[in-house]
């Protein structure tokens, strides 16, 4: 973006009070590829044992894999607590449990498969003060999935080329970190990973979640000004999204939500635990009924105090 243009959005985005499209005018979309702030001590210590109480869940869990997402991105305007999925993987060879994922190399302006542990996983979360995870486990459905994800042939060839933060699920132009998530579930679950190189796996993946009656995530922008973003900043677009939706102010994009909501339906006996940490404390809720905002322990909730 010019700087004369971002100067007039800025100023527009102060009048209006308005945020932008991922977050608040200060704190958003213009912060996106700026690292993570240093952790001080005590956060450091957090992050640590929070990492070390997911790891041990998933390790007491009994499965090979999980769909794991984490808070990142301030979506609080649209009422959503995740921004970033991946899958963890007991016999990853990073080492157990860490997530294979995609992510924007915002040096290199693409996007790339990448290996990180789960405490390196959740400093992405941005905010060190309160951070949020989420885990389904997928009983009786993980092996497909597993053998899939861990064919890095298979992962890079579903790897799209240009990324774009909000991409249409059912569209090859862009892709995001939670749409190359979905599209690896179809992989494994509609059979499609011995299709010939001579076919598109992306094409023939969305698809088939199209059949299955995928639904990504709506979001309402309803400002003509926060969807103009989209056709400014290098990691938004929209030109891939269908004229209805633009005239409707609204984008549809492949999100953690809808990627738990999908495996839910999909897998009987799926089970999601959710964790949060703040104040100096870990809250662990099993269930598919979410923390209390603030992460706020409910009475069957397991809370475990870091101070003591």
């Not at 699920?169 to 892709?175: C, G, M, N, S, V």
Request: aromatic share 10%.
């Amino acid at each position: 973006m010019a700087r004369a243009q971002l100067k007039q959005f800025l100023l527009v985005c102060a009048a209006l009070g308005t945020g932008a499209l991922w977050g608040p005018c200060e704190a958003g979309v213009f912060r996106y590829c700026d690292p993570p702030s240093e952790l001080d001590a005590t956060q450091q210590d957090t992050i640590l044992r929070f990492g070390a109480v997911i790891k041990s869940t998933l390790e007491r869990s009994g499965g090979s894999l999980a769909l794991v997402a984490r808070s990142g991105l301030d979506l609080s305007r649209f009422q959503m607590r995740y921004s970033h999925a991946g899958i963890s993987l007991r016999a990853n060879p990073n080492g157990p449990w860490s997530v294979r994922q995609l992510y924007y190399d915002c040096d290199e302006r693409r996007p790339r498969i990448f290996d990180q542990g789960i405490a390196g996983f959740v400093v992405g979360a941005g905010d060190p003060s309160i951070g949020y995870f989420s885990v389904v486990l997928l009983p009786g459905a993980e092996t497909e999935v597993e053998r899939i994800v861990q064919d890095n042939r298979q992962a890079l060839r579903l790897l799209g080329g240009t990324y774009s933060a909000n991409a249409y699920p059912f569209a090859l132009r862009y892709q995001n970190c939670n749409q190359w998530v979905a599209e690896l579930l179809a992989v494994a679950w509609g059979g499609l990973s011995d299709l010939p190189p001579e076919q598109d796996l992306r094409a023939e993946s969305q698809r088939w979640l199209r059949q299955q009656a995928y639904a990504p995530t709506q979001f309402d922008v309803g400002n003509p000004i926060l969807m103009w973003l989209g056709g400014v900043l290098p990691w938004l677009h929209r030109d891939d999204h269908p004229q209805d939706d633009l005239a409707a102010w609204r984008f549809q994009v492949s999100m953690p939500a809808s990627i738990e909501a999908f495996a839910r339906a999909r897998v009987p006996g799926a089970r999601r635990i959710e964790f949060c940490h703040a104040n100096r404390r870990i809250v662990i809720r099993e269930g598919w009924e979410p923390i209390a905002q603030g992460c706020v322990p409910g009475d069957t909730d397991t809370v475990i105090a870091l101070d003591q």
